[in-house]
């Protein structure tokens, strides 16, 4: 692969942000991504399950730190990486690196490079989009899959909600990612929101943010959309791990109708735990589900 320009967020922007006292842990020498750094959260010990975070759009590692002290409390081992053009990950400045392709590569070298077994696949919005097409490449790797607020896209539009959004940040390029997370998450200080947009100095750092919602595929001929449906017969015929499903009742994108058609198509999947005050950013009543999975899964 070519060098890739990007840019890096100076780290005196992650300084003291609240909630989040966790190390970074980077990747420099990523097969296919040389001369881009990753960053990920590794917290826990050896021995347990691996849980592996991935976060949607436009958020970052940061979401998870709710759920995080449950699940190594519990003697698991926290594995949450920023994709590229979030995060404390470099972000490539040209819109056009951000594909499908090239963010599910990037997963996939990433659990191979980390040697990631007995992972519980932990998802919520395209950390779902990305991260549901990965067992079946892979699937002795994966026991379980802990699935909040997201869908496979498989060539359809998810909704009227998503076209909303979708045209909302086309609109407004240079989004203000803290006032959008305390619009959607009423919930959240003004020092959590600010956290979300530290990842983000001015416009040019928000390539990723931009394009995410463009590379959804609601059409059958988008790249991706092919996979995504291999992926879905994948989950209703192949799967036979553990599931736990949590809804955010109020998410006007990736809510309740949505995760009701993704749970008839995950085999075996339980009702879903509901979390009536919960948005489309639901790890934000993180405890409370990471609690429930734990039980669930016993």
């Known amino acids: 692969m070519a060098r890739i320009e990007a840019l ?128 079946m490449e892979m699937s002795a790797r994966f026991k379980r899959v802990l699935v909040m607020n997201t869908t496979l896209a498989v060539g359809q539009t998810p909704g009227a909600g998503f076209d909303g959004w979708k045209a909302y940040v086309k609109a407004n390029p240079d989004i203000g990612v803290g006032a959008l997370m305390k619009r959607a998450t009423p919930i959240l200080s003004d020092a959590e929101a600010a956290a979300y947009d530290a990842p983000f100095p001015d416009v040019r750092y928000k390539a990723g943010v931009r394009r995410f919602p463009e590379l959804v595929m609601v059409s059958p001929e988008m790249e991706g959309a092919d996979v995504s449906r291999r992926a879905a017969a994948w989950w209703a015929n192949e799967w036979r791990g553990q599931t736990f499903m949590a809804v955010g009742m109020k998410d006007p994108v990736l809510g309740p109708p949505v995760m009701a058609a993704l749970r008839q198509t995950i085999r075996g999947c339980p009702a879903p735990f509901e979390v009536l005050d919960g948005g489309h950013f639901v790890q934000e009543w993180g405890e409370e589900i990471a609690r429930a999975a734990m039980k669930s899964f016993g």
């Not at 399950?49 to 970052?60: A, D, I, Q, S």
């Open 8 to 135: 890096r967020t100076p780290d005196e922007r992650f300084a003291g942000l609240p909630g989040f006292a966790f190390k970074p842990h980077y990747i420099e020498n990523l097969a296919g991504y040389e001369g881009l750094r990753l960053h990920t959260l590794d917290e826990g010990r050896p021995g347990g399950h691996v849980f592996l975070c991935l976060h949607g759009e436009p958020t970052w590692a940061y979401l998870y730190r709710k759920m995080l002290p449950v699940f190594v409390a519990a003697g698991h081992r926290v594995v949450a990486p920023d994709f590229f053009g979030f995060g404390r990950s470099d972000k490539p400045v040209d819109d056009g690196v951000y594909t499908f392709g090239f963010h599910r590569a990037m997963l996939l070298r990433f659990i191979e490079q980390l040697d990631l077994t007995n992972i519980t696949l932990v998802v919520q919005d395209w950390g779902g989009l990305l991260g549901l097409t990965l067992p």
